[in-house]
């Protein structure tokens, strides 16, 4: 938990604006309380969101993205440590947009019955997401792009999308496109833009919408949401009537401009050791994939040329964007998001292109931000993820943060970031998904329907794993601070090994355990976030030993706590795999709190005599 002081926040106010009678109009934070500001202050922060759709953080996109590192890396903070909670278009986007994670919005899939813009809507959120929480704070909101999946032709005025002052949204079936686009603008019909190309209608678009909110001279929130470098894909009727497979949706490589043809042409997938392997990787489906051969490898390689050819006119559009509030004088008092619903995966592991998975290719995603107050060329190791972005996306606009969000406020400026507290903030990452997984491009063409596990991502000062439990009854665990690839299933060692953990902390603290104390800890980790609501989930340590003597995993690993969580506790387990999120088939639900009497045979004795 992070915890802003006053003090801090006034400094903010004063680089943000320069002028010190700003210093008045910021008021302290503390936890999830709210960066308020005077709501009839002219001087509150626009704030600008672009949000790409399927881009990598792992395979370089950015690196091949000029204006991206010209005005926003190079004048912001990149945070390198950036997950979304699910690695699905849909899901994650509401995920995003509610501050909730998916087992809470129950919007777990692209189409209905599990997802898609009808699930959002019947789940409530049309009434109670960020649009309405910002415009409510004083904002005028604007959006563009690709919103959620089937959210199209036929249903987008039922209901029409709340919370937006102006809306021009990309529409199934033709959100893919690229060069038959449809577009919905604030209550009008769809408009085709057959012959167009997307990403340009869309840039035209959203500068449009950034001259309407400059001028009506209020504070704004504007998305600008490409549907780059997303595949380019055509679907059939059945995709959308509950009879879907993977016959009845055509994805080839994203198509990029014109303009943006030749380029790259010496480009390849990093051939990192996770990339085509020898030996297969991972469990359930995965581990039965066919290595590669070098005809889909070549096929992959101008799949991921394509993916960069197509980005570039995204990077014209945070050129254009940055070039406008320049112009018009408000650059300075407006913040520039940038990140991606989730990541992408293309040869690792021997996957074909394709997300769904817990792989870091998957879920470690960008999020760049520039704006008031903000260190120039900064990165940052910070655990951040989608849910954090309601809250502080509102926390920015001086809205009330609310106790439902799952997410905390990520603290943005150097003072901020430097600030002491920030180590207890938090160290994980809730990673879920429910039902398939689609392999696209040419070679993929197959659906994988036990696709259902619930992960953990944990970093530390000490170490940095992932650990997963399958709905088939398979377990993931991967050290990445020695296997950054996720090559060797750590899971299907010897349980009795040794795992190092070293630390410059106290020395009462444990340096060596083994897989079986470690595995039992992150077990019990899981268990309290596969259900957690509110602060369980930014604190789930809180919920296993609230008199508060244990904040991260190297505090549980004392030996003090092995029968507590070898023996009394829970393990996570599936009854069944599911297409959808059914409480009833994810097995046990009670998580023991630990209490001084639970200590057992073990308890109280030093962990070096126990190694």
């Not at 999830?32 to 953080?57: G, K, W």
């Not at 919005?105 to 209905?112: G, I, K, L, R």
């Not at 055509?250 to 030749?262: E, G, L, N, S, Y």
């Not at 030996?279 to 590669?292: C, D």
Request: with cysteine; charged share 20%; glycine share 8%.
């Amino acid at each position: 938990m992070v915890w802003w002081t006053s003090s801090l926040l006034v400094l903010l106010a004063a680089v943000a604006s320069g002028q010190a009678n700003d210093l008045e109009r910021s008021h302290g934070i503390r936890g999830q309380q709210p960066l308020t500001s005077n709501a009839q202050s002219s001087s509150r922060p626009n704030i600008v969101f672009i949000l790409t759709d399927d881009q990598d953080l792992r395979m370089n996109s950015l690196s091949y993205m000029p204006h991206v590192k010209e005005h926003l890396i190079d004048q912001g903070t990149f945070f390198q440590r950036h997950y979304c909670t699910i690695a699905l278009c849909c899901p994650s986007r509401v995920s995003l947009w509610t501050g909730r994670a998916a087992h809470n919005t129950n919007v777990t899939d692209v189409n209905p019955p599990y997802g898609g813009y009808p699930k959002f809507v019947s789940q409530g959120f049309n009434e109670a997401w960020l649009p309405i929480w910002l415009q409510d704070a004083g904002y005028n909101t604007y959006y563009t792009g690709k919103l959620f999946n089937s959210h199209g032709v036929n249903n987008y005025d039922s209901p029409f999308v709340n919370g937006f002052t102006g809306s021009d949204f990309l529409l199934d079936p033709h959100t893919y496109e690229y060069l038959n686009a449809s577009f919905q603008r604030n209550r009008e019909p769809p408009v085709s833009h057959e012959g167009e190309y997307s990403t340009d209608v869309l840039a035209r678009k959203a500068y449009g919408f950034l001259e309407d909110a400059i001028s009506e001279q209020k504070p704004f929130f504007l998305t600008i949401a490409p549907n780059a470098p997303h595949s380019n894909v055509k679907f059939e009727e059945s995709w959308f009537n509950g009879s879907a497979s993977a016959h009845t949706i055509t994805t080839t490589p994203p198509i990029p401009a014109d303009r943006h043809k030749r380029l790259f042409a010496d480009a390849v997938i990093p051939r990192t050791p996770s990339f085509n392997p020898d030996e297969p990787h991972g469990v359930s489906w995965i581990s039965t994939l066919p290595k590669q051969n070098q005809t889909n490898v070549d096929f992959n390689d101008e799949f991921y040329r394509n993916r960069l050819r197509a980005l570039q006119a995204v990077d014209e559009i945070v050129d254009g964007v940055i070039a406008r509030l320049k112009e018009h004088g408000i650059l300075d008092n407006t913040y520039v998001f940038y990140s991606s619903d989730n990541g992408y995966h293309i040869g690792q592991h021997r996957l074909q292109p394709g997300k769904e998975c817990g792989y870091e290719e998957d879920v470690n995603i960008p999020l760049i931000v520039r704006g008031p107050g903000i260190s120039r060329g900064k990165s940052s190791d910070l655990v951040t993820s989608h849910t954090d972005l309601a809250p502080t996306f509102l926390s920015l606009a001086g809205g009330q943060i609310r106790s439902d969000f799952d997410g905390s406020i990520i603290p943005l400026t150097a003072n901020q970031l430097d600030d002491d507290s920030v180590d207890t903030r938090g160290e994980h990452v809730n990673i879920e998904y429910w039902g398939f997984a689609l392999a696209e491009g040419k070679y993929g063409s197959a659906m994988y329907w036990n696709n259902t596990y619930k992960g953990l991502r944990v970093i530390g000062t000490n170490y940095n794993l992932y650990y997963s439990v399958w709905c088939s009854g398979e377990h993931e665990l991967y050290d990445l601070r020695n296997d950054p690839y996720e090559t060797h299933n750590l899971f299907n060692s010897n349980h009795s090994s040794i795992f190092e953990v070293p630390t410059t902390a106290p020395a009462t603290l444990p340096t060596v355990t083994t897989l079986q104390h470690l595995i039992s800890r992150l077990d019990s980790l899981v268990m309290v976030l596969k259900t957690c609501k509110g602060r369980t989930c930014t604190h789930p340590w809180e919920t296993l030993h609230p008199h508060g003597e244990v904040g991260n995993l190297q505090d549980a690993l004392d030996a003090r706590y092995d029968d507590f969580y070898e023996l009394q506790q829970e393990r996570v387990r599936f009854e069944k795999c599911e297409k959808g999120y059914i409480l009833e088939s994810e097995g046990p639900r009670h998580v023991k709190a630990f209490s001084p009497g639970d200590d057992g045979p073990r308890g109280g004795v030093h962990w070096s005599e126990l190694v």
